[in-house]
């Protein structure tokens, strides 16, 4: 089961929108609505931004929004603030022996 | 509040067995799966396997079945993965996460708490 693809690195300035993608295939991404966002700043606990592609949980910002269309799902955030500087990582469940498949990573700078 | 604790980093020889440990609080434990991820800088994250506490019932993903092992003690709130005979290649940061399972009709595919991660490092 090979990873989901994200671009390595993503930048904006200060309120700007950003969006980062995730890219698999039929047997994950394209074929279940079960794709969800983690962010991780270094040295602390990874945070779930999004779950079942589009829902936020309670207490996360109504800046990080998700969707998905065919294969691959993305994660935009508008309004980007110093504070979302951090790494990014998407997750679907797969019908492979795996279960879940998560995705390369990406870091977001903002400028 | 929800919290996940994980044992603290590890380093051990090739050969050696280890046990690490994750202890939960603030929810019902027996409620909710446990999941262990591995991340390393090589692959990035990657699903080990998943427990129920409420009868230790486990799954692994086929690149780890056989080389560990997940436990579970719900009367402690604490979930364990082990292995017995630990490679070079088992150095990474392992973390166990909450959810990621469906239940009763119902689907919590997705990891809302995180425990810190404990750092393994495998090395002669």
């Known amino acids: 089961q090979s990873a989901l693809t994200q671009p390595a690195s993503v930048s904006g300035s200060p309120g700007q929108s950003i969006t980062i993608s995730c890219t698999g295939t039929t047997s994950d991404v394209g074929g279940y609505h079960y794709v969800s966002w983690y962010q991780h700043h270094p040295g602390k606990v990874p945070k779930l931004m999004i779950y079942d592609v589009t829902n936020r949980p309670s207490g996360v910002s109504n800046r990080f929004s998700g969707s998905k269309s065919g294969n691959t799902a993305s994660l935009t955030i508008s309004g980007l603030q110093a504070e979302d500087e951090a790494d990014y990582y998407c997750?679907?469940?797969?019908?492979?022996?795996?279960?879940?498949?998560f995705g390369t990573g990406t870091k977001v700078t903002v400028l | 509040e929800v919290q996940l604790v994980q044992s603290g980093a590890e380093v051990k020889k090739p050969g050696e067995s280890l046990r690490i440990s994750c202890k939960g609080s603030?929810?019902?434990?027996?409620?909710?799966?446990i999941t262990w991820v591995r991340q390393t800088p090589g692959k990035g994250l990657e699903w080990m396997g998943r427990i129920n506490p409420s009868d230790s019932y486990s799954e692994y993903s086929p690149s780890f079945q056989g080389h560990v092992t997940i436990s579970a003690d719900k009367s402690i709130s604490t979930v364990y993965l082990q292995w017995s005979s630990l490679k070079a290649s088992d150095t990474a940061m392992y973390y166990c996460?909450?959810?990621?399972?469906?239940?009763?009709?119902?689907?919590?595919?997705?990891?809302?708490?995180w425990g810190q991660g404990t750092l393994v490092t495998v090395s002669s």
């Open positions: 603030g929810y019902t434990f027996s409620d909710y799966w």
């Open positions: 996460v909450r959810r990621g399972y469906c239940s009763r009709g119902r689907c919590y595919n997705w990891f809302d708490y």
């Open positions: 997750s679907s469940f797969t019908s492979s022996g795996t279960f879940f498949v």
